[in-house]
């Protein structure tokens, strides 16, 4: 089992930046790949990134690139995503995931999941 705990996230205006990280305990770290989704109201979860477990590969969303950077700590245990240039289309609830599959761009693909940190862009 992976635990695995979002923080950071917020209101902030358009324009604006958040960054939030994912705590995991539990295995390993070191052996998953961390993504991260949003969820927006009435919309299905959709992926946003990803970092392989060596933290030397990631993968966006194109809609994203350019503005959002996702890192890993391993010895730390953490995952962030720097989020720059936030857009009200942004707003939505970001989870972090963990699974072994890699690029694991769907949901599918990912065994662990928090429970989510509420971010509202404001126009």
């Known amino acids: 089992q992976v635990q695995l705990v979002e923080s950071g996230g917020g209101l902030v205006q358009a324009g604006g930046s958040l960054r939030l990280s994912c705590a995991a305990s539990g295995r390993t770290f070191s052996n998953y790949a961390i993504g991260w989704f949003r969820q927006a109201p009435r919309k299905e979860r959709e992926f946003v990134a990803a970092?392989?477990?060596?933290?030397?590969?990631?993968r966006y969303r194109e809609s994203v690139k350019g503005r959002f950077t996702i890192s890993r700590d391993n010895a730390k245990n953490t995952v962030n995503l720097q989020m720059n240039s936030l857009l009200p289309e942004d707003t939505a609830v970001y989870y972090c995931?963990?699974?072994?599959?890699?690029?694991?761009?769907?949901?599918?693909?990912?065994?662990?999941w928090g429970q989510g940190t509420q971010v509202i862009v404001s126009s």
């Open positions: 970092i392989r477990w060596s933290g030397d590969t990631t």
């Open positions: 995931a963990a699974g072994v599959r890699w690029p694991g761009l769907s949901h599918y693909e990912y065994d662990y």
